[in-house]
């Protein structure tokens, strides 16, 4: 029969739609549990009684095979029971049952925890101590390494070997005191201290926030295992679910701080870690003298002498003097002295003198070495691996320099480009270096228009002269690896000195020594042109391996290149490093040696003019400095480091007071920095090439040679 709107009086539409309405979510609403089953089994494999019911129920179970005993023979016969009864009857209430969102999930029965023998003194100052033992309920084993905590006070401590604990705070009229003992693979119990002691429910504070549970990834990174202590990751373990949040914190180092060993269960809005400290995170400003650890995440300005670690987003301003790592995305900036490095996306800018890395770029990166397995922003710097971009070497000639290498990393919509090139004539040398950046517009597949910028030193007699370009090439693709090119070069190029030296290319058409022009810089601007072939590739797939090494190194290395300036055009020297690995294929270092400066053959030591080369005495350094080594490959290494240059001789200084008065000798003392690239080997051997600044004009260009030996595992 068919109830039509006609047939029923109008008063009764709306009780009718109320009542179907009711129906329909009663039914929606239903739990698994309740929903009602009929089974009849004799000796019938437990798997498959299971199967029947979640069919006949119209639900999914979801458990681990090795958890239940599924060949194991059971008979049941019930008829328009529940579900809970059916499951009761067949599991005998040995495993925990949850329901979600279609499913009934099994899992195994934690044991519970029990607190024994449980005592609390009060002085009469606000002063509480509270001691007692913690024990599985079950056998009565004492429990090791159980965490006991007071939640309102923000104490906590582990149990001895014996399962024994004291905990002491101060409280003013806390009224009910909640302690709770929690430990990995076991239920958490709980005792509230009135006028009496009793037995109560887990209780959960509002101002409390119950996330849900992390995986403590911090403490599981190679600098995470370094300064976190085992008691901290052992707490972590016990206490996976429960954070706070309080305004403010100090630590003088992880685990002596101002909410002890609690501090990694607390977010403050300001921190402040004298050497450092591991909280549960920032939300609002943090401060480092060494480092900052956090378990979840950084907002909105975090700032560190060393590093940064975070194991959850950034949000904000992150700045570290070596190194900022945070394992979730970056929306901000991220600004490190070496490497900077986020396992998800960065939204906004990553700058480092060595190394920027990211898994999804969607903003910018500034560095020397950028690598992202996914961009849509644009990484400038020598080298750019992108796992959706490419490579490519590029051999041209010019009308300046004829013969010419650069190497172009990035993408079609952004890439960086090195260069060096030199003219290789007899009477018109010129030697030059430096960095590009561009953009291909595509036309098709095999053709398209690159519009590149370079910026270049030049040397023409010094290291002095500065060469800008802005070109328009066109690429024709004629394979998948080659391509030509040739187009238009706009060109400036400034000449640093007042006249040209015999035997370098004249590229402003200045006059030759000894004559010299009324000023030291000479500026040429024209259109010139720039062919040539390209061999191009794209970057693979990295492999992502595990890096927990700890090892420690002790070796040396022989040093041969050149210097910046006249007088010194050739440098030696000779290295001795100690190396520890940290972790995550970074090392830290610790470099000292020898450094000699010799003075080229022939330079004058009277100018011509009558006055005295203050320079024409050779030079000797010992450097010591500190840095860092990131592996981005098997072999493959970059590195970074700053520290002092000790001279072994006397520097004259001038006085600008009194330009008359005599020149002072001073032992020479300068900051020093140092980046280089190379190849460590698994056989010990090492080789790679390095830049150093000495300060002033001792600067240097060199090849290394090493060799370390591996001191411990």
Sequence with gaps: MIITAAKIPKPYHVIILFMLMFCFGHTQAQSIFNKRVSVSFDRARLADVLQAVSKKGEFNFSYNAKLLPQDSLVS???????????????????????????YLVITGRLPYLSLVNTDITNDNNNNYSISGLVVNERTGERLMNASVYVKEQLVSVLTDEHGYFRIKF???????????????????TSINFLQTVSISSRFKPDVYDNTISRNNRVERTGMGRLFISAKQRIQSLNIPDFFAKRPFQVSLTPGLSSHGMFSPQVVNKFSLNIAGGYTA?????????????????????QLATVFNLVGGKVTGIQVAGVHNRALDTVRGIQAAGFINKAESTVEGLQLASLNNSAHKLKGLQIGLVNTVDTSSGASIGLVNIIGNGFYKVSLTTNDVTNTNVSLKTGTHNFYSTLLIGTNISPGNKLHSFGLGIGHDFMLSNSFYVSAEMAYQAAYTGLWDDRWLQAKMLL????????????????????????????????????????????????????????????????????????????????????????????????????????????GEHISGIITTGYTYFPVDKGYPPIYGDGTINIYDQTR??????????????????????????????KEPYYSFSNLSSPLVYKPYRAMMISAGAGFSFQSGMETGFKFEDYGFYYKQFALRLGYRLKLSK
């Design 76 to 102: 049941i016969a019930v008829d328009n029971q529940t579900v809970s009864e059916v499951l009761g009857s067949l599991l005998h209430d040995k495993y925990e049952l949850q329901e979600y969102k279609g």
């Design 620 to 649: 000797s350094m010992i450097p010591l400095k500190v840095g860092v080594r990131l592996k981005t490959g098997s072999a493959f290494y970059i590195s970074g480091d700053v520290g002092v240059a000790f001279g072994l001789f």
């Design 475 to 582: 690429n024709v693709q004629l394979s998948k690896y080659i391509s030509l090119m040739a187009g238009p070069v706009f060109n400036s190029y400034n000449h640093s000195g007042s006249f040209h030296l015999d035997g370098y290319k004249n590229v402003t058409h200045i006059s030759d020594y000894p004559e010299q022009a009324a000023t030291g810089h000479q500026t040429r601007n024209w259109v010139g042109w720039e062919a040539g072939v390209a061999f191009n590739s794209v970057f693979k797939p990295m492999k992502k391996t595990v890096d927990n090494s700890r090892a420690w190194y002790l070796g040396g290395a022989l040093t041969a290149g050149f210097g910046w300036d006249d007088p010194y055009s050739k440098v030696y020297g000779a290295e001795l490093f100690v190396q520890r690995d940290l």
């Design 170 to 188: 101060r409280a003013d009229n806390p009224g009910r005191i909640s302690l709770t003992a929690s430990k990995l693979a076991y239920r958490d």
């Design 281 to 301: 995170g920032v939300n609002g400003f943090e401060f480092g003298g060494l480092f900052n650890i956090n378990k979840m995440d950084a907002k909105y300005v």
